[in-house]
Each structure stands twice: as C-alpha cells, then as structure tokens.
C-alpha cells in the first residue's frame, strides 16, 4: 500500500492552478447541510475477502508499473543531498595520504575524454591540499577491452608504487586537445608497455599482476553500480556525489568536509570508516519509495 501512496501523492502533486475558463464561472450555491451521521457499517472494520483481494492486485500491478518504469528510465541516480557509503577495497589505488580528513572516490576510465578533461582538477586538488585529501581510483569500463586492459595496468602499477606516475603518463599519452576537444591516440594504446617502462616499471612483475588486477575491475563496477553509477567520471567527496567537476566545485565540498571533520570528536584517520561508511546510503533511495 506504501507505494499506491506515493503514486497517488505523486498524481496530486502534478495538479496546479492554470487559468481557465472555469475561472469565470459564478461560485457555486451554498452546500445543503450534511446528513446525519450513520453508524459505521462493520464492513468498514471487516472488509470482505473479494476486497481484500482486489486490493492484493492493485498493488501487484502497479508493482508492475514501476517496474517497466524503472526500466525504462534505467538506474537511478545517487542523490545529490545525499552520502553514500562507499566502500574502498584493498586493491584501489590510493593517492594522498591514507590518514586523510576528506576521501574523494574517483571512478573513471582511460579513454573517458571528460575523465581526461576531470584530471586537472583531481591533482589540483591533492596539490593544495597534500595533508587533508585523498583519491581513491574506482575504475569503470565504458569502451571495452581496450579500455580494461589499461586499467589493468594502473592497477598493477599500484603494486610496484608507481600508480600516480603511470596514471599521468597515460593521460599524457592516450589524449591530446585539439582546440577543446580530447582526442584518443590510437597508437598509443598499444604502446602500453613502452608508456610503463618510461616510468620504471617492471614489466614482468606488472604483467604478472595485471592479470589479478581484473578482479580489482569487477569490484569498482559492482562497487559504483550498487550507489547508482553507470558513467564517469564520477566524484563522491566524503561519500556526497558531486557533479560539478571543475576545481572550484570539488574544492568547495572539499572545505566543507574539512570543517565537519575539525568540528567532530572523530579522529581524521577514522572519519570515513565511523562516519561516511557507518552512516552512508548503502544505495540510492528507489523513486517511488516513501
């Protein structure tokens, strides 16, 4: 019954005052006094089985209804007034300080060109901030294989300590602007092992790892939809989403988690497990829920 209450609330709310020719209308006369009051029917306090269960299949078909609705209108997005609890794994990659106040999850993908066009922003960010802040890496595959095999060697990458100097070179590499637009180096996608080796990486180590490293793939997938992901980039600063991307939005959320990190009693290298995670939406609340 909770949800044929908030469909019709939902239908009630969609009415507003228009102007329209009943507005001239004369009012109309005054009402004729109320009848006597009846007794209750005891049909009132003991509906009959055949209600009972006419109501039983209203229910079930408007569970139906929202159904084909939520798929039609796909995932549903986490919401902006909102923190989500987050969870980081052992194996993301992690830039910043591990103690630190403020948590940015990042999920993202390498030949995302609005990823690319984000990355600026994100080492602002832990540039101004090197005590405070910290990127968590979630990864995201959006266009395919090629895509996933380069995440696979940022993250091995992340096992030899190396991630945040690969994770530069690649972007460096695999997007050039042309005017303001990233544009993807398709040679460069299979020159990876040349971009790992200029920055010192062993290779057969990173292969070695690359290959368990897809399990760190299917994590941030299944990680990122649970809270209503399904593009990047995506930002969640203290578990809030944030849209805006460019430095002033994510530094704006970033002092205003600072200030509710000093103004607690938790200490900063505790803050994101006994506060964000404990306290943080689990998932995106559904679009017909009370």
């Given at each position: 019954?909770?949800?044929?209450?908030?469909?019709?609330?939902?239908?009630?709310?969609?009415?507003?005052?228009?102007?329209?020719?009943?507005d001239a209308?004369?009012?109309?006369?005054?009402?004729?006094?109320?009848?006597?009051?009846?007794?209750?029917?005891?049909?009132?306090?003991?509906?009959?089985?055949?209600?009972?269960?006419?109501?039983?299949?209203?229910?079930?078909?408007?569970?139906?209804?929202?159904?084909?609705?939520d798929q039609?209108?796909?995932?549903?997005?986490?919401?902006?007034?909102?923190?989500?609890?987050?969870?980081?794994?052992?194996?993301?990659?992690?830039?910043?300080?591990?103690?630190?106040?403020?948590?940015?999850?990042?999920?993202?993908?390498?030949?995302?060109?609005?990823?690319?066009?984000?990355?600026?922003?994100?080492?602002?960010?832990?540039?101004?901030?090197?005590?405070?802040?910290?990127?968590?890496?979630?990864?995201?595959?959006?266009?395919?294989?090629?895509?996933?095999?380069?995440?696979?060697?940022?993250?091995?990458?992340?096992?030899?300590?190396?991630?945040?100097?690969?994770?530069?070179?690649?972007?460096?590499?695999?997007?050039?602007?042309?005017?303001?637009?990233?544009?993807?180096?398709?040679?460069q996608i299979?020159?990876?092992?040349?971009?790992?080796?200029?920055?010192?990486?062993?290779?057969?180590?990173?292969?070695?790892?690359?290959?368990?490293?897809?399990?760190?793939?299917?994590?941030?997938?299944?990680?990122?939809?649970?809270?209503?992901?399904?593009?990047?980039?995506?930002?969640?600063?203290?578990?809030?989403?944030?849209?805006?991307?460019?430095?002033?939005?994510?530094?704006?959320?970033?002092?205003?988690?600072?200030?509710?990190?000093?103004?607690?009693?938790?200490?900063?290298?505790?803050?994101?497990?006994?506060?964000?995670?404990?306290?943080?939406?689990?998932?995106?609340?559904?679009?017909?829920?009370?």
């Amino acid at each position: 019954m909770k949800l044929l209450s908030s469909i019709l609330i939902l239908a009630v709310a969609a009415c507003d005052r228009s102007p329209s020719k009943l507005d001239a209308v004369s009012p109309p006369a005054p009402a004729l006094a109320a009848p006597p009051a009846r007794a209750a029917s005891p049909l009132a306090a003991n509906p009959p089985a055949d209600l009972e269960s006419r109501l039983a299949r209203i229910e079930r078909r408007i569970d139906k209804v929202a159904g084909v609705l939520d798929q039609a209108l796909g995932p549903n997005q986490p919401d902006p007034a909102a923190t989500y609890a987050v969870p980081i794994g052992e194996h993301d990659p992690i830039e910043g300080p591990r103690d630190a106040k403020v948590t940015i999850v990042e999920g993202y993908e390498f030949l995302c060109p609005y990823c690319f066009l984000a990355e600026p922003a994100v080492q602002q960010i832990l540039a101004k901030y090197p005590s405070d802040v910290r990127v968590v890496s979630k990864y995201l595959v959006i266009h395919g294989a090629p895509a996933a095999s380069i995440g696979t060697y940022a993250c091995a990458a992340a096992k030899q300590g190396k991630f945040a100097p690969l994770k530069a070179a690649l972007w460096s590499h695999l997007f050039k602007l042309e005017g303001d637009a990233p544009r993807v180096q398709q040679d460069q996608i299979a020159n990876l092992d040349a971009i790992a080796t200029s920055v010192g990486l062993d290779l057969d180590k990173l292969k070695a790892d690359a290959e368990t490293c897809k399990a760190w793939l299917s994590s941030s997938r299944d990680e990122l939809a649970t809270v209503g992901v399904n593009g990047t980039p995506t930002f969640f600063i203290n578990g809030r989403p944030v849209r805006d991307r460019s430095f002033a939005g994510l530094e704006k959320v970033v002092r205003e988690e600072l200030a509710k990190v000093s103004a607690s009693s938790v200490a900063p290298a505790d803050y994101y497990d006994r506060v964000v995670m404990a306290s943080g939406l689990k998932q995106p609340r559904g679009r017909f829920d009370d």
